[in-house]
């Protein structure tokens, strides 16, 4: 029984470690032989609401296992705005986790906070653009600050990843009986959510030179969303960027990874993830 006990204090003691470790930097132990520039812009992960260290954690470790990527950094935001750094900017595949201490926060209010995040980085380590990559709650988070922040940014935004993303939902950050998903006409949905009308009315504002990838879950033939989020929403952005988007590509993954939850833990997102942002 003590050894036992033992053992399982051990294993105890390593998940515990892993956890933390989520949350902390972790960089490629493969040598560098060649860098693009597309591997030289830093990309940032934003998690959804309630989102923690686990949101992105799993994904990002597997980018610097199987893609060579860096995470670099993490940057807390605490309550009340204030940034905390942890570790050093890399110069190939940086990737930023960006955690928020206030995890019931608005898209509103972290898009502000994103915007500090992107000063600080130009004014103490030079960076001059970015990539955004958002969960749920976090995409609108990125689009909010693309139409409401980005003008004031002292750096630009050049890709951005969307995972599945409530674009037309009556709510973005609870869960409904019913999952929304408004059927489209030549015009786009045909019952608008007001973050969506909030969106639109200031689509304009985002650069034209901005690439959109937007991954949404499809759990079988007979459920078109993944659980919480439908196709309908999260694609229901291709009509607000008819116009501003340089780029944009739609991909749905399918079965039981599929789900709102998994898609972060999908292999087929990091994969598309690591095509889109590096070209790997």
Not at 43 to 61: H, I, K
Not at 256 to 261: M, Y
């Amino acid at each position: 029984m003590v050894v036992l006990g033992v053992i399982l204090s051990c294993l105890l003691l390593v998940v515990i470690v892993k956890i933390i470790l989520l949350g902390r930097p972790r960089s490629s132990k493969t040598q560098t032989v060649r860098s693009t520039p597309l591997d030289q812009v830093p990309t940032l992960f934003l998690p959804g609401y309630l989102g923690n260290r686990f949101s992105f954690g799993f994904l990002q470790n597997r980018l610097v296992s199987k893609f060579n990527a860096n995470k670099s950094m993490v940057i807390i935001v605490n309550r009340h705005g204030k940034l905390r750094v942890i570790g050093q900017m890399n110069d190939y595949r940086t990737m930023i986790q960006v955690l928020f201490k206030d995890k019931t926060s608005r898209p509103k209010q972290q898009a502000i906070w994103l915007l500090k995040i992107c000063q600080l980085l130009e004014a103490e380590y030079h960076v001059s653009s970015v990539n955004l990559v958002g969960h749920s709650m976090g995409c609108i988070t990125i689009f909010w600050y693309l139409t409401h922040e980005q003008a004031k940014s002292p750096i630009s935004v050049k890709r951005v990843v969307a995972i599945a993303g409530p674009f037309n939902d009556s709510e973005i950050a609870r869960s409904t009986p019913d999952v929304d998903a408004y059927p489209f006409n030549a015009n786009g949905p045909v019952k608008r959510m007001p973050i969506y009308r909030a969106l639109s009315q200031k689509i304009a504002a985002i650069p034209p030179e901005i690439s959109v990838l937007n991954i949404a879950g499809k759990i079988n033939d007979e459920q078109q969303n993944d659980g919480q989020v439908s196709l309908n929403s999260a694609f229901s952005l291709r009509y607000l960027l008819q116009q501003p988007a340089h780029y944009y590509r739609e991909v749905v993954i399918r079965g039981k990874w599929a789900t709102h939850r998994l898609l972060h833990e999908n292999r087929l997102v990091d994969a598309n993830i690591a095509k889109f942002i590096w070209g790997v």
